[in-house]
């Protein structure tokens, strides 16, 4: 699998662990629907299942004029995703990270989604370094 395919397989697992509060197992598990895991993937949800709390608040101190949770789903959890490898992620480049997540928003999001994620993830990016 991609790392490409990893980011959207993975949006798609968080997608239904916030919506339907499913475990992280399950949610890869149906997000899969019988087609092999990959460690990436894996890596990414169950990082950021464990580690929701750090990256909820880099989050929210980059966020203006907004909450959270008042956050489009789509936009909240490439948040997440973004911030994880930029955080987490030695071998991902945080630029790769953002442009990443700025892409798969273009896909996956509304019209604002991938410049509302490129703002937030550039205030991010200037506290984190790289």
């Avoid at 101190?61 to 955080?87: H, S």
Wanted: proline share 2%; hydrophobic share 40%; charged share 30%.
């Amino acid at each position: 699998m991609k790392r490409r395919v990893a980011r959207e397989k993975s949006l798609q697992a968080l997608y239904q662990i916030d919506i339907a509060k499913s475990e992280p197992e399950e949610a890869m598990e149906s997000v899969l629907n019988g087609a092999p895991t990959d460690e990436y993937f894996e890596t990414l949800v169950t990082g950021i299942a464990e580690k929701r709390e750090q990256i909820d608040g880099m989050i929210r101190d980059n966020l203006e004029n907004w909450t959270l949770e008042r956050l489009a789903n789509i936009d909240r959890n490439l948040l997440r995703i973004a911030v994880y490898e930029m955080i987490h992620c030695e071998d991902v480049p945080v630029s790769v990270a953002m442009n990443e997540a700025i892409e798969i928003a273009k896909k996956f999001g509304d019209d604002q989604s991938s410049s509302f994620v490129n703002a937030v993830l550039s205030k991010v990016k200037e506290k984190v370094g790289n």
